[in-house]
């Protein structure tokens, strides 16, 4: 039986920025939530696209050709091999898309890489 799961009642439960929880699994997916603050790491991704899609606040999503504005409601999918670096000025919650097994830094690794938790029910 699938679980239905609220996305604000999960991002509720995460106090750690960075660290990614598993919202739920679509076919080779995972879907996350996590919250945002601060500057993470450069990083790409070789074999995958990665979608942000905002709940709340104001993301920043550097890329080496410009910066992409990300606010409430709003989508940006990054494309496989793009280097990026989200960026979030105070407090970001939002939802991420991609395959399962996806490390959150991508090829950088480093101490923010952070292993994808689950939620609790």
Not at 41 to 55: A, G, I, K, Q, R
Not at 92 to 112: F, K, Q, W
Request: some cysteine.
């Amino acid at each position: 039986m699938t679980t239905v799961r609220n996305i604000q009642a999960a991002l509720d439960t995460i106090t750690e920025p960075w660290q990614p929880h598993r919202l739920a699994t679509v076919n080779d997916y995972d879907v996350k939530v996590v919250k945002l603050d601060g500057e993470f790491v450069w990083h790409s991704h070789p074999d995958t696209d990665e979608l942000f899609l905002v709940v709340s606040g104001r993301l920043t999503i550097q890329l080496r050709d410009g910066d992409v504005e990300l606010g409430p409601q709003d989508v940006y999918v990054v494309p496989k091999g793009v280097e990026h670096c989200p960026r979030a000025d105070g407090l970001v919650c939002a939802l991420l898309v991609e395959p399962a097994g996806t490390v959150n830094t991508g090829d950088a690794s480093g101490e923010r890489t952070a292993e994808l938790r689950e939620l609790t029910d």
